[in-house]
């Protein structure tokens, strides 16, 4: 396992709002039921989760998951605790060929 490269120059974008947290979205909608009910995360709440995800990009250990044109994809496992509960949760990051810092692709609770 390794470190994500360059982890604290990380970027959410807009994935939390407009696919991971968005009950609207089609499918991002099932994300979105998995963070409320297993963590009592919502859009409304969501720095606790984007706070999270900051701090385990510098953190936590993470795994390669795919090299191709595009660049390199990166997952980070995590337990995550909040007042509604504890979860699993894996956060997808990609630094682009020709970039040196990591984008959120994806997060969601996942159970093992």
């Known amino acids: 396992m390794i470190k994500l490269p360059n982890g604290n120059q990380a970027q959410l974008g807009d994935k939390l709002d407009r696919y991971v947290l968005n009950p609207q979205h089609p499918k991002g909608k099932d994300k979105a039921t998995l963070f409320k009910n297993r963590l009592g995360i919502t859009l409304e709440n969501k720095k606790i989760?984007?706070?999270?995800l900051?701090?385990?990009?510098?953190?936590?250990?993470a795994t390669i998951y795919k090299q191709d044109n595009y660049g390199t994809q990166y997952d980070i496992k995590f337990l995550m605790t909040t007042e509604v509960g504890k979860s699993l949760v894996i956060s997808c990051w990609i630094i682009r060929a020709g970039e040196d810092f990591p984008r959120l692709t994806n997060t969601y609770p996942v159970t093992k």
Do not use: G, M
């Open 49 to 52: 989760l984007e706070d999270t």
């Open 54 to 61: 900051l701090e385990v990009a510098i953190n936590h250990e």
